[in-house]
């Protein structure tokens, strides 16, 4: 199934549009952060990488914002002090409120693990086996948000 098809499944299409990206876009998301994506996170950008609905609306996860999210963990690490160093074939290609950033590394790995920063100070942690379990992980937890179940 889709990426927008599991979106709209999980009733999260609501009040907002679900617009993808154009190949022209998603080559220079690519070229924002110095990467070659993977297959997976290509085909959710053409699918929804402007917006998707309800699905992670309260969060930088979108275009064009995306394209400058790799700079913005640079500068936090900075501000507070936090001994990392971001792989050269990271993507960072979400941001909450400033102090928690996912990633995944750019490799023969169609699906990357997804992994997990912010500003505790601590390592990055995985927090999904690939982007595709986190999009579903997702998904689950904004259903269960707005629609409490």
Request: glycine fraction near 14%; hydrophobic fraction near 40%; proline fraction near 3%.
């Given at each position: 199934m889709a990426f927008v098809e599991r979106i709209i499944a999980a009733g999260l299409n609501e009040g907002r549009d679900i617009a993808g990206l154009s190949?022209?876009?998603?080559?220079e998301v690519e070229s924002a952060q110095g990467v070659k994506l993977p297959m997976v996170y290509r085909d959710f950008l053409k699918e929804c990488g402007r917006g998707a609905g309800l699905f992670e609306r309260?969060?930088?996860f979108f275009y064009p914002a995306i394209k400058s999210l790799k700079e913005e963990l640079s500068e936090m690490l900075a501000e507070e002090g936090i001994d990392f160093?971001?792989?050269?074939n990271a993507?960072?290609?979400s941001a909450y409120q400033g102090y928690q950033y996912c990633y995944f590394l750019c490799s023969d790995n169609q699906d990357p693990p997804?992994?997990?920063?912010?500003?505790?100070?601590?390592a990055a942690v995985i927090i999904a086996d690939s982007f595709s379990q986190h999009v579903e992980k997702a998904?689950?937890?904004?259903?269960?948000v707005f629609f409490h179940k």
């Open positions: 190949d022209v876009e998603v080559l309260d969060a930088d160093c971001i792989p050269e993507f960072v290609f997804v992994y997990k920063i912010d500003d505790g100070g601590g998904i689950l937890d904004y259903k269960g």
